[in-house]
């Protein structure tokens, strides 16, 4: 099975930019929706944005991020990347990277994902 392994988190101003990256272990990532998802502490596991297999050609964005961050990947690397830009206090979370095994439409719900990571904490300062 594939385990996801989330770094990049870190403590940021309001207004700045941080770019996570999700990294296979155990077996390729390249058959699989890949999902990032977000916990703020007392809140619900919440959707952020989802990438397509393979080729990567389907992105979905949840509103709230939408227009300021950027899921992408690369296949060489065996990588997702969540470009996060124009940071805002709210987007504090501990930010988790999913693999979603059905192979097919992009889930927005965490039971739609079986394979999750350890999590990276994102702390935006104001």
């Known amino acids: 099975q594939v385990l996801p392994v989330e770094s990049g988190g870190g403590l940021v101003q309001a207004g700045g930019s941080l770019r996570l990256s999700c990294a296979a272990s155990r077996r390729t990532f390249s058959n699989y929706n890949i999902g990032w998802f977000r916990q703020a502490p007392g809140k619900e596991r919440e959707f952020v944005a989802a990438?397509?297999?393979?080729?990567?050609?389907?992105?979905y964005y949840a509103d709230a991020v939408k227009g300021r961050f950027t899921i992408s990947r690369d296949n060489a690397k065996d990588t997702v990347y969540l470009q996060m830009d124009s940071l805002k206090p709210e987007d504090t979370a501990v930010y988790y990277c999913?693999?979603?095994?059905?192979?097919?439409?992009?889930?927005?719900?965490?039971?739609?994902?079986?394979?999750w990571g350890q999590g990276t904490q994102v702390t935006v300062s104001s």
């Open positions: 990438i397509s297999r393979r080729s990567g050609s389907m992105t």
């Open positions: 999913a693999a979603d095994p059905r192979g097919y439409s992009l889930g927005t719900l965490p039971s739609e994902y079986g394979y």
